[in-house]
């Protein structure tokens, strides 16, 4: 019943900008955390970043900190992911993902999250 989209992805040069969105249906989207993912071509899914269910808790991969953003608004459903000065090695499928938050700690690994979108591809030139 729970379903996500994303959204945002494209073509863009090296340096350049893009901002991904992901708008949550079917749950309680103010209780749930989010995170995002990342699979590049030939590797695994990789953490990217991830948001508490009151946006008062982040956490990022730390290889990504300082350029990517990720950010919540509960009164529409989505939460986004902002990618600046992006390098080619950020080409992957973006995945959006969600789980009722425990409160316990950072929700990083796979599996910890229940629900997944399908991904949206950015490709990165040089």
């Known amino acids: 019943q729970v379903q996500l989209v994303e959204s945002g992805g494209g073509l863009v040069q090296a340096g350049g900008s893009l901002r991904l969105s992901c708008a949550v249906s079917?749950?309680?989207?103010?209780?749930?955390?989010m995170g995002w993912f990342r699979q590049a071509p030939g590797k695994s899914r990789e953490f990217v970043a991830t948001?508490?269910?009151?946006?008062?808790?982040?956490y990022y991969e730390d290889s990504l900190e300082g350029r990517f953003t990720i950010s919540r608004d509960n009164a529409k459903n989505t939460v986004y992911l902002q990618m600046n000065s992006l390098k080619p090695e950020d080409t992957a499928v973006y995945y959006c993902a969600a789980d009722v938050d425990y409160g316990l700690g950072y929700k990083y690994r796979i599996d910890d999250y229940n629900y997944w979108g399908q991904g949206t591809q950015v490709t990165v030139s040089s």
């Open positions: 079917g749950g309680t989207f103010s209780r749930f955390a």
């Open positions: 948001i508490s269910w009151t946006g008062g808790s982040i």
